[in-house]
């Protein structure tokens, strides 16, 4: 079992940068994969970025790839997303999740996750 809680989101003025984190519980994070997904207001949820256990592989949607970047802290415990040149339609609640290393198939489709957190706001004004 691992929870999830996310922190960081808040409103940035387009072109500006925030970074989120997720604190994970859980003895077995480090075996995880971890993701970040997002959505909007009437949108479905979309991938944001992934990152593989060890942390040597990033997989990133096209829409944020050189603006955005994960990484991990297994002795922590934490993920995060680093998001750069922010724009307004980046504004969505962004969400943490977690993969069991159980589970296969592509990293980019949120039932490949079992573990959500509740979710924070990221607001940019343009």
């Known amino acids: 079992q691992v929870q999830l809680v996310e922190s960081g989101g808040g409103l940035a003025q387009a072109g500006g940068s925030l970074r989120l984190s997720c604190a994970a519980s859980?003895?077995?994070?480090?075996?995880?994969?971890m993701g970040w997904f997002r959505q909007a207001p009437g949108k479905e949820r979309e991938f944001v970025a992934a990152i593989s256990w060890s942390g040597g592989n990033t997989f990133y949607a096209d829409s944020v790839k050189g603006r955005f970047t994960i990484s991990r802290d297994n002795a922590k415990t934490a993920v995060y997303l680093e998001m750069n040149s922010l724009k307004p339609e980046d504004t969505a609640v962004y969400y943490c999740?977690?993969?069991?290393?159980?589970?296969?198939?592509?990293?980019?489709?949120?039932?490949?996750?079992?573990?959500w957190g509740q979710g924070t706001q990221v607001t940019v004004s343009s």
């Open positions: 999740a977690a993969s069991p290393p159980s589970n296969s198939g592509s990293y980019f489709i949120p039932r490949r996750y079992n573990y």
């Open positions: 859980g003895r077995t994070f480090s075996s995880y994969v």
